[in-house]
T-cell receptor, first 115, second 111 residues
Framework: DTEVTQTPKHLVMGMTNKKSLKCEQHMGHRAMYWYKQKAKKPPELMFVYSYEKLSINESVPSRFSPECPNSSLLNLHLHALQPEDSALYLC??????????????FGPGTRLTVL | AQKITQTQPGMFVQEKEAVTLDCTYDTSDPSYGLFWYKQPSSGEMIFLIYQGSYDQQNATEGRYSLNFQKARKSANLVISASQLGDSAMYFCAITLDKVIFGPGTSLSVIP
């Protein structure tokens, strides 16, 4: 089972709203990632969690706040976003953190629109 | 610094024909992984094929094969017998301590 699920599929929010994106995996993978992808561009890494601890923050603005409550769940809390934050947000997992030979498996993504 | 180049922003291929998508990379690290992902308009990134830097043979997965030329630092994806469902964005990626994606190639399969 290589399934990674993400909810919601679509999200529209105002600049003053607080919302959360959720990612779930049951593969026992120990690394989880958040990526942001703008249209016709490659994914950009935002955060990496290794063994449920934040290991990489790619200088992401504080209006994005990640959380890893347990080894199966990864959340991205959103607050006071800007219209330019509208994008596809992808979650990915990897069995062994930081190992080049391990494949990253992606979820279907959440399409976020900030009005 | 690591870098991935995909020189073909867009490509067209006739259904049932083979197509090659180019990918070159630049790294001084001897140990790395090379991946190809497919992204249809629905948005999901679908893993296609993997090649390790120490692998002697080119990777194959069904209709996908990877033409790995280590000395030239290239890892081209070959799709045989193209199908309409192959129309999508294709990303080449290199993994070291993290994944770095190329800019992508948009493939359109023509009936």
């Amino acid at each position: 089972d290589t399934e990674v699920t993400q909810t919601p599929k679509h999200l529209v929010m105002g600049m003053t709203n607080k919302k959360s994106l959720k990612c779930e995996q049951h593969m026992g993978h120990r690394a989880m990632y958040w990526y942001k992808q703008k249209a016709k561009k490659p994914p950009e890494l935002m955060f990496v969690y290794s063994y449920e601890k934040l290991s990489i923050n790619e200088s992401v603005p504080s209006r994005f706040s990640p959380e890893c409550p347990n080894s199966s769940l990864l959340n991205l809390h959103l607050h006071a976003l800007q219209p330019e934050d509208s994008a596809l947000y992808l979650c990915a997992t990897q069995n062994r953190p930081g190992l080049a030979v391990d494949t990253q498996y992606f979820g279907p993504g959440t399409r976020l629109t900030v009005l | 610094a690591q870098k991935i180049t995909q020189t073909q922003p867009g490509m067209f291929v006739q259904e049932k024909e083979a197509v090659t998508l180019d990918c070159t990379y630049d790294t001084s690290d001897p140990s790395y992984g090379l991946f190809w992902y497919k992204q249809p308009s629905s948005g999901e990134m679908i893993f296609l094929i993997y090649q390790g830097s120490y692998d002697q043979q080119n990777a194959t997965e069904g209709r996908y094969s990877l033409n790995f030329q280590k000395a030239r630092k290239s890892a081209n994806l070959v799709i045989s017998a193209s199908q309409l469902g192959d129309s999508a964005m294709y990303f080449c990626a290199i993994t070291l301590d993290k994944v770095i994606f190329g800019p992508g190639t948009s493939l359109s399969v023509i009936p």
